[in-house]
């Protein structure tokens, strides 16, 4: 078995953006685009936007890779970064509702990479489609 890519998303936020909204709306904000666990890890840093600025990032290149951007087809909750607890890095877990616009794009996994520095956080998306040889 070998994978396909047939989707690849990028997106590039500034920290202070992030870091204004969760000052204007606070929670408001944080329910709205991030789950209780994402929330958790976030909430646990000395500079929690900078962390939340990349999970903001790693879902707006999920939904371009898909190519529906947010919105009803894939929702900001509809994508879930999570940790590998020993080695840190991330990965995306989709929801049911993700799931349904991944089987019918024929996506089987979706894997991303996020980077951030004191002012920016990079992400990138890449959908695969496995195949067998
Ligand atoms: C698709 C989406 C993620 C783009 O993100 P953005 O931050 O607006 O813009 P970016 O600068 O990161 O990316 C823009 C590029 O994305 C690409 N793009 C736009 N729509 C896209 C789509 N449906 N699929 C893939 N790529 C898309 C375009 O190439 C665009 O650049 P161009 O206009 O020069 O061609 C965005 O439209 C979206 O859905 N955002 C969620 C909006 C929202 O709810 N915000 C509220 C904050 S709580």
């Given at each position: 078995?070998c ?22 709306w ?35 290149a999920?939904?371009?890779a ?40 024929g ?14 956080a990079v ?6 489609r496995?195949t067998?040889?």
């Amino acid at each position: 078995m070998c994978g396909n890519v047939i989707g690849t998303g990028v997106d590039l936020v500034e920290n202070d953006r992030i870091r204004e909204l969760l000052a204007k709306w606070g929670a408001h904000f944080k329910n709205r685009v991030f789950l209780p666990a994402e929330q958790t890890y976030c909430d646990s840093k000395a500079a929690p936007w900078l962390y939340y600025a990349g999970r903001f990032a790693v879902k707006e290149a999920v939904s371009k890779a898909f190519g529906t951007g947010i919105g009803p087809s894939l929702g900001w909750k509809d994508i879930e970064v999570v940790r590998n607890l020993h080695s840190g890095a991330p990965s995306v877990v989709l929801s049911p509702h993700g799931m349904k616009l991944a089987r019918q794009q024929g996506v089987d996994q979706v894997l991303i990479s996020l980077s951030h520095t004191h002012h920016f956080a990079v992400a990138h998306a890449l959908l695969t489609r496995s195949t067998k040889l």
